[in-house]
């Protein structure tokens, strides 16, 4: 299947999203993402049982420490598809995509580019 | 184990609001099981430090190190080439940690990064259950192993009180019954005389700063020998 998902959305392989911690997000952020979201398998399906649903967990606390620091905590994401679904694989790319125009660039790299 | 918490990102923030070269000291025991210090929590904070402090235009340069434990001068060693390099030491270890760096670096300010919070047990990831408040009297012996100065809202010895509630505390029904618990256990195993004996009242041993010198490790007096 030949699939166009938009070029600017780097995919960062895990075995399984339960693999994604806090700290990945955040640094994802601290160097200058606009947006990060993770993709895992549908919720009730997980091979691990629950790897999903702790990456849930940790998506939302990342939002919650974004806000903190001052960022839309909206910038990371959580999605959730069968491995079978190239097209919603493709989708949610251009739904995050579009979402993070929206918001505009990540504030900080703009300071580190301003600095340089 | 001990457990802490992380102290909400607002109060940090402004501990450090002065300092722009700080050293994040996390610990590898206690607060690295219980996810509240260790290595991987340094680095979160410290990510969370320098970006909130980008987006202010004032940026810190935040370090991060963690020792195996923080209670022991052994492995603080480690830290007494570094820590002059920095204008303060923030620490995620639990209050005897932070003391312990405190003491040893006077010359420089240290602030808590966690509010520690007692002696508990795990019971699923990330989820810990207080089970002892260190009170120096342990009376598990006659209560069937349930403790009530942590159970018990009140901390009586000579329970239940009069708001026992078909098994739950009289001042939440989702919270157990301490006493209730501790009457039920000594039943099925025949021991309920127990609860008929009367207990002092605990003495608040856990009142005054204590000391423990466990038997046969008393430093002997160079002095008493003569
Ligand atoms: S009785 Fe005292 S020492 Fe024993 S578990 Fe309870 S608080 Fe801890
Ligand atoms: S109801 Fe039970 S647990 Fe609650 S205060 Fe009274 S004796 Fe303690």
Redesign the pocket.
């Given at each position: 299947m030949r699939l166009e998902y938009p070029s600017n959305v780097k995919i960062v392989r895990v075995p399984c999203t339960g693999k994604v911690d806090v700290s990945h997000l955040l640094r994802a952020m601290q160097q200058g993402a606009d947006g990060a979201y993770c993709v895992g398998c549908l919720e009730g399906t997980c091979h691990y049982n629950e790897g999903n649903l702790r990456c849930r967990e940790r998506v939302e606390h990342v939002r919650n420490l974004l806000e903190e620091v001052g960022l839309e905590g909206d910038r990371v994401r959580m999605y959730n598809l069968s491995s079978g679904e190239g097209p919603t694989f493709a989708a949610y790319a251009k739904e995050m995509t579009e979402h993070i125009k929206e918001l505009g660039a990540n504030p900080l790299s703009q300071k580190q580019k301003a600095a340089a | 184990m001990i457990v802490a918490q992380r102290k909400p990102f607002e109060e940090i923030m402004n501990m450090l609001k002065g300092y722009k070269k700080v050293l994040n000291v996390g610990c590898g025991t206690c607060v690295a099981v219980c996810l509240a210090g260790g290595e991987k929590e340094v680095t979160v904070l410290n990510t969370e430090l320098d970006m909130a402090r980008k987006l202010k235009d004032n940026p810190i340069k935040i370090d991060g190190i963690t020792i195996e434990r923080q209670c022991d001068r052994e492995y603080l060693a480690e830290l007494d080439s570094k820590v002059d390099d920095y204008e303060a030491v923030v620490s995620m270890a639990c209050g005897v940690g932070v003391q312990f760096l405190a003491e040893r670096f006077p010359q420089i300010p240290v602030y808590p990064m966690v509010d520690t919070s007692g002696l508990a047990a795990n019971q699923a990831v990330g989820w810990y259950e207080e089970r002892c408040r260190s009170c120096n009297q342990c009376v598990l012996g006659m209560t069937g192993g349930i403790c009530?100065v942590t159970?018990?809202?009140?901390?009586?010895y000579n329970?239940?009180?009069?708001?026992?509630?078909n098994g739950?505390?009289?001042?939440d029904t989702e919270?157990?019954?301490?006493?209730?618990m501790i009457y039920e256990r000594l039943e099925r195993q025949g021991r309920l005389d127990n609860i008929l004996e009367l207990h002092a009242p605990v003495e608040w041993l856990d009142q005054t700063p204590r000391t423990l010198v466990q038997p046969g490790y008393k430093k002997v007096d160079p002095e008493d020998l003569v």
């Amino acid at each position: 299947m030949r699939l166009e998902y938009p070029s600017n959305v780097k995919i960062v392989r895990v075995p399984c999203t339960g693999k994604v911690d806090v700290s990945h997000l955040l640094r994802a952020m601290q160097q200058g993402a606009d947006g990060a979201y993770c993709v895992g398998c549908l919720e009730g399906t997980c091979h691990y049982n629950e790897g999903n649903l702790r990456c849930r967990e940790r998506v939302e606390h990342v939002r919650n420490l974004l806000e903190e620091v001052g960022l839309e905590g909206d910038r990371v994401r959580m999605y959730n598809l069968s491995s079978g679904e190239g097209p919603t694989f493709a989708a949610y790319a251009k739904e995050m995509t579009e979402h993070i125009k929206e918001l505009g660039a990540n504030p900080l790299s703009q300071k580190q580019k301003a600095a340089a | 184990m001990i457990v802490a918490q992380r102290k909400p990102f607002e109060e940090i923030m402004n501990m450090l609001k002065g300092y722009k070269k700080v050293l994040n000291v996390g610990c590898g025991t206690c607060v690295a099981v219980c996810l509240a210090g260790g290595e991987k929590e340094v680095t979160v904070l410290n990510t969370e430090l320098d970006m909130a402090r980008k987006l202010k235009d004032n940026p810190i340069k935040i370090d991060g190190i963690t020792i195996e434990r923080q209670c022991d001068r052994e492995y603080l060693a480690e830290l007494d080439s570094k820590v002059d390099d920095y204008e303060a030491v923030v620490s995620m270890a639990c209050g005897v940690g932070v003391q312990f760096l405190a003491e040893r670096f006077p010359q420089i300010p240290v602030y808590p990064m966690v509010d520690t919070s007692g002696l508990a047990a795990n019971q699923a990831v990330g989820w810990y259950e207080e089970r002892c408040r260190s009170c120096n009297q342990c009376v598990l012996g006659m209560t069937g192993g349930i403790c009530p100065v942590t159970m018990c809202a009140k901390g009586i010895y000579n329970g239940p009180c009069g708001g026992t509630n078909n098994g739950s505390c009289e001042i939440d029904t989702e919270q157990p019954c301490a006493w209730f618990m501790i009457y039920e256990r000594l039943e099925r195993q025949g021991r309920l005389d127990n609860i008929l004996e009367l207990h002092a009242p605990v003495e608040w041993l856990d009142q005054t700063p204590r000391t423990l010198v466990q038997p046969g490790y008393k430093k002997v007096d160079p002095e008493d020998l003569v």
